[in-house]
């Protein structure tokens, strides 16, 4: 076997400290780990890839299955509406992410079984023309302010673009709540 195969092979316990994963990243491979986040009432498996980009970088990867999705468009008949707490845990998945990572921006989309590392300034690219199947961006309002993503030709709800306290601009297009 080459050592590019056995890359992908590597397992063992992390620890509490994370000294299996510095040294992970410190040998160049990827880590993927998985663990169970809380969003809405329910509780759905998430996997994590950290990927080494050189020199003290890493892109940070997220899969999520569609089930969290899936319940923000779940119709609640007594209430007569969208089920606002499921999306809220999106939404507040997405950004704590970013936050707890200290990323510049995301982007909540479906990945068609490929991983794809996207740049901050390719996050902004793509909220102003919209060339994947995205649900929520999110990016360093530096990068993209408010008023220019609504001004953007590509933009289909200028209502759905608002900025957060952390500094980000964010589209939202997954069932959005009209009081952020």
Same mark, same amino acid.
Request: aromatic letters at 10%; charged letters at 20%.
């Given at each position: 076997m080459d050592r590019e195969s056995r890359k992908y092979e590597f397992s063992g316990s992390i620890g509490s400290t994370g000294e299996a994963i510095d040294e992970a990243l410190g040998l160049d491979y990827g880590v993927f780990l998985v663990q169970e986040v809380r969003?809405?009432?329910?509780?759905?498996?998430?996997?994590?890839f950290i990927i080494p980009e050189g020199k003290d970088e890493c892109s940070f990867i997220w899969k999520l299955d569609s089930a969290p999705i899936e319940a923000v468009y779940a119709y609640d008949f007594f209430r007569e509406k969208l089920d606002r707490e499921a999306k809220q845990g999106v939404l507040e998945l997405c950004l704590g992410? @970013?936050?707890?990572?200290?990323?510049?921006?995301? *982007? =909540?989309?479906?990945?068609?079984?490929?991983?794809?590392?996207?740049?901050?300034?390719k996050i902004a690219e793509e909220m102003r023309v919209r060339h994947l199947p995205w649900s929520i961006g999110g990016v360093d309002s530096a990068l993209l302010g408010v008023r220019e993503l609504q001004k953007s030709e590509g933009t289909r709800d200028p209502k759905s673009i608002?900025? @957060?306290?952390?500094?980000?601009?964010?589209?939202? *297009? =997954?069932?959005?709540l009209k009081d952020h």
């Open positions: 969003i809405g009432k329910h509780r759905y498996p998430i996997g994590l992410t @970013t936050e707890a990572a200290g990323a510049q921006g995301f *982007l =909540l989309a479906r990945d068609k079984d490929r991983l794809e590392a996207l740049t901050a300034a608002f900025s @957060t306290t952390t500094g980000l601009t964010v589209y939202d *297009l =997954l069932f959005p």
